[in-house]
């Protein structure tokens, strides 16, 4: 016993830590008083042995990482920051990041395809998350529940499609980033909830300049807010004496779509992809782009 303790001291001595046997710091991985372990750029495939259930922010930015299981960060019910960028994640699944405290969370730059609906479920101090240069190809509901969310990087994708209930709630949204994706429309309600909104950035997307784009023309002109990348002709500067209506010659033939009443369709919890609604006759031409995967 006597000497077991002696050793243990050594090593803490030689490793420079703080003396905690059950919070070694991970091989590869540097460790500071502050509760933050570094393994970014660590050349890691799997994930570093065991992180200290107090841990607070944990770097895994610039490895290989391929895999996170539901167990992954299951203890670390103190983390506030977590960093897996520039890895090579793609399929992530629901319950991996039910943590309570996190406030930033980084998945930028990976090989993620899908968001599942949830996969963000728990996430409840959420301030900033960051997606950008994946490979997504559309955002249902995945990111309900994250009722503090503030900032949300999205570019740099693939996305065609936002469900018109994608980012219903998320009441305290200031900054979306929706650059370099392939959305050629939005849903008509996408920002209806949306008070905070103050920057988004729509730029590099094959945005096509019809009647299905109207509402965001009102919708902006209505606004304070720094819209950036969205320049149909009949969108740019509003006519504010007459801010209901669009520029003359521009619409002629655009009647205002109507505001479907508020239909939540995320409500329902479920990652099948529910058929599209019929069109109704005559309102074709308002049809945007969306998807419904959630009934
Ligand atoms: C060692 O770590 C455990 C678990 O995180 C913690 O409860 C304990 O207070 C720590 N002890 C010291 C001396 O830091
Ligand atoms: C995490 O690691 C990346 C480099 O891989 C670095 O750019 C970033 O600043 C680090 N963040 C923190 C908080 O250490
Ligand atoms: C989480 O903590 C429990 C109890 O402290 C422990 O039994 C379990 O192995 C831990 N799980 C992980 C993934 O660290
Ligand atoms: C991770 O992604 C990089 C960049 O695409 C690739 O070169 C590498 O082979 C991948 N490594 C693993 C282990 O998947
Ligand atoms: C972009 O979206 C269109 C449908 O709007 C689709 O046909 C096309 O394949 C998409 N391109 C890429 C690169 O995802
Ligand atoms: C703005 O709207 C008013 C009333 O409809 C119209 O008289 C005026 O010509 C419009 N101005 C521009 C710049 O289109």
Known sequence: MFFLVIFIFTCAAKAGLSLNVSNPCPSMCKCTPEETILCNRAGLKTLPGEIAASTISLNLSNNYLRILNTNTFRNLTFLHSLWLDGNNLTFLTPGTFHLLRLGMLN??????????????????????????????????????????????????????????????????????????????????????????????????????????????????????????????????????????????????????????ASEDKCRVADTSVAPKPPALPGQNVFQTHHICPCP
């Open 107 to 260: 998945l930028g730059h990976n090989f993620i395809t899908d968001l599942p609906n949830q996969l963000f479920e728990g996430l409840i101090q959420l301030k900033t998350m960051h997606l950008e240069a994946n490979r997504i190809t559309a955002v249902g509901c995945t990111f309900r529940g994250l009722l503090n969310l503030r900032n949300l990087y999205l570019n740099n994708n693939q996305i065609s499609s936002i469900s018109d209930s994608a980012f219903l709630y998320l009441n305290k949204l200031h900054f979306l980033h929706l650059s370099r994706n392939n959305l050629s429309s939005l849903p008509v309600r996408l920002f209806t909830e949306l008070t905070k909104l103050k920057y988004v950035f729509l730029s590099h997307n094959p945005w096509r300049c019809d009647c299905s784009l109207l509402w965001f023309w009102r919708w902006t002109a209505a606004r304070r807010a720094v819209i950036e990348g969205l320049d149909c002709t009949f969108l740019g500067p509003p006519n504010t004496t007459a801010p209901q209506q669009p520029r003359p010659g521009d619409l002629g033939d655009c009647t205002l779509p109507l505001e479907l």
